[in-house]
């Protein structure tokens, strides 16, 4: 036989039959690999799941906070709109955040089928960029405050087109601030000490640029821990626990109000606000400044609502309110509304979805704690 033609074994590969098999390889770390195709990766994962992530390691929390991930979502087209709910508890000195969790195939709720969709807790060691910010557009230019971490007068804005610059800053250094816009201006309220008289609620005007400080309200709507700003015709409600109060803008004064029932919490749709409050949901017709219901849209009067937040979900109302249970705890329901302005200016709604997303347990001392804000997010 030619010698040339034998195949000699690898000994590297030759185990001996009576020695113990040996064992399999181990597995390439998945951070072992290059740190772009790691973000690669991590950019295509549905955003929900990044505050579980956050937990598996240091470096997967490093990088999930980073701020290259979310440039390379931009670059891969992979950006997501993601809904969060703050919720406040006196157990606690911040908002405590949830990522609302929506099952792929969600189905319309019955009796006997449940959607499963649900809110994560946000990790506190988690601390996404977005829902720290509030934006509020006026004409063609967004501006940008801060929301929470600390006290803060900053201000950014930004034309349709164009990059972030500084704005003028507020008078006062705030966090978590309540504000909404009117007539063309901006008015912000609270995120300061209660004691705070000068500056405790200010008015920022775009055309001028220029800040200028608003009347000292009752101390009542100082000291509450539950208030919410609702805009009106002329006017700017306060809602707290215990009393409403309305600010007149042309009076410039505050005044105790005792008129019909306030909504509870609004958004913006297509320059269009919509509010939810007193199982009713509302649209603002800018033309006579006045609330009006949605028509078509029944079955949501039939839960036991306390607080409200509501949010623009793609084009849609998601909205989200606490009800009590009797077992003393407490649910979070959710529902998201598809929208249709019709030919003569009404505007329709259907229910998509409505389900129990979260049951805040006794450890929270639910009967104290309230729904602060809903964000929705482009990440």
């Known amino acids: ?74 670059e891969l087209g992979t950006q997501e709109e993601c809904v969060y709910l703050g919720i406040l508890s006196p157990l606690h000195p911040s908002i405590i955040w949830f990522s609302l969790w929506i099952k792929p195939d969600h189905q319309t709720l019955t009796q006997e089928k449940s959607t499963r969709n649900l809110l994560v807790p946000v990790p506190s060691a988690y601390s996404f960029p977005s829902p720290y910010l509030t ?42 601030p309540l504000m909404c816009v009117l007539q063309d201006k901006i008015y912000v309220m609270g995120g300061c000490r209660a004691d705070e008289h000068r500056y405790w609620a200010e008015v920022f005007d775009p055309k ?60 913006e749709i297509e320059n269009v606000l919509y509010s939810y409050g007193d199982k009713q949901c509302l649209w603002f017709e800018t033309k006579s400044e006045e ?14 609502i306390n607080d409200t937040a509501i949010g623009n979900y793609g084009g849609k109302l998601v909205i989200f309110w606490d009800s009590p249970t009797l ?10 509304v598809l929208l249709d302005k019709s030919l003569d200016g009404e505007v329709w709604g259907q229910i998509e979805w409505v389900d129990v997303v979260h049951t805040v347990h006794g450890s929270l001392l639910p009967s104290l704690v309230n729904i602060h804000s809903c964000v929705v997010e482009n990440i």
């Open 1 to 74: 036989m030619n010698s040339k033609n034998v195949e000699l074994p690898n000994k590297s590969n030759v185990h001996h039959p009576l020695l113990p098999p040996l064992p399999p390889p181990l597995p390439l770390s998945f951070l072992s690999l290059p740190e772009d195709i790691v973000l690669s990766c991590l950019a295509r994962i549905p955003k929900s799941y990044y505050p579980k992530l956050t937990l598996v390691s240091k470096s997967f929390r490093s990088l999930i906070l980073s701020k290259m991930l979310y440039k390379v979502r931009k």
């Open 135 to 176: 934006i509020r557009r006026v004409g063609s230019e967004d501006y940008v405050f801060p929301c929470q971490k600390s006290l803060s007068s900053s201000v950014l804005c930004r034309g349709v087109i164009g990059k972030w610059r500084d704005a003028p800053s507020m008078l006062l250094a705030r966090k978590e």
């Open 208 to 267: 001028t640029q220029t800040w200028k400080p608003l009347p000292d309200p009752d101390c009542t709507v100082k000291l509450s821990l539950y208030k919410k700003l609702i805009p009106g015709r002329g006017m700017i409600f306060v809602k707290t626990k215990r009393e409403n109060f309305v600010y007149l803008i042309k009076e410039n004064k505050w005044e105790l109000y005792d008129g019909p029932p306030l909504v509870d919490s609004f958004c």
């Open 291 to 304: 609330w009006r219901s949605i028509k078509g849209l029944t079955g949501l009067d039939a839960y036991s």
């Open 327 to 336: 077992d003393h705890s407490k649910q979070i329901w959710c529902a998201v």
